[in-house]
């Protein structure tokens, strides 16, 4: 049985109420609405436990927010509001935040207590139940989505958000515009008992993950696969299935994870994508486990790649028959 409990924003199917976005429509929120907030992609929590901080409908942080707000859908008949305060310039905000994996670094805003601040969903998401975990990864892909669509793509006239956030409409040429998810493929390619790694040269030291990468127009998930790990390393493989998928609002992806298995052995990496790959034994993953220096460092908990290699190693991932 796989454990999905260790897959981050996973089981967090709260109720989206889609027949009730065309009430909000962007106009005035119930003053016992729970309201989160995002500055520029990063999540208000509690950091006493980690929790999603919800503001009243009449904060002041929310009245002087200039992005239309987001309905999420409801939980527990509450109605739950997404906020981006992206407009909000911290003055000792450092300039030393240079693009990194991860974004460790947390912001405090001078109108919330100290203990409240903006941090990397990346960072945080292992901490966040599984409900929190999708209403704030929901947010963010849909903010990073409005971020990028304020020009219609037909005629170039401004768009505006409808329906609660989940559109915007064109009111020059009459287009509306949908939030959109992109399909990605994330594969485990084993080989008796080694699976296929690779790792990109941004990375953290040592980190090695499965292969990856986007499913193209007019391709199925399967081929895909096969392209992305013959285009990567160069290796054939045959009997691709389909494991589990899980969101990943960095910034608006689906991941598909999928296993096949190689019929070739012989490695030769696409160096524009990869700078190295390898097949890793099932030794070798124990020994990085248990925190032995093996030159390989996993995935990071959380995601689907590890949540593909710890269940491999577990044994409660199979092929298909
Ligand atoms: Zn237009």
Known sequence: MLDLTELSFYGSEFDRAAHLRSKFNNTKIESIAKNLIIWRGKILIDQNNFSLVYLSSTHPLIKHSNVPPIFLGQVDKFNYFAHDISNWNPEDLPDNIKPSFIDQTSQSHPDLPFYQNFNDLRFIMTQLSDMEAGLASTAKALFSWHNNNTFCSKCGNKTVSTQSGWQRDCNKCNTSQYPRTDPVVIMLITQGNKILLG??????????????????????????????????????????????????????????????????????????????????????????????????????????????????????LTHKK
């Open 199 to 316: 790792r990109s040269p941004q990375w953290p030291e040592k980190m090695y993950s499965c292969l990856a990468g986007f499913i193209e127009p007019g391709e199925t998930m399967e081929a895909a696969v096969a392209r992305e790990v013959k285009e990567e390393t160069n290796i054939d493989i045959s009997h691709v299935n389909y494991v589990i998928s899980q969101p990943w609002a960095f910034p608006s992806s689906l991941m598909l994870g999928c296993m096949a298995k190689a019929i070739t052995r012989e490695i030769t990496i696409d160096q524009n994508e990869l700078e190295d790959a390898q097949w890793v034994s099932k030794d070798v993953l124990l020994k990085a486990y248990a925190g032995y220096d093996v030159g390989i460092t996993p995935a990071r908990p959380g995601t689907i790649a590890e949540f593909l290699i710890q269940n491999w190693v577990k044994g409660t």
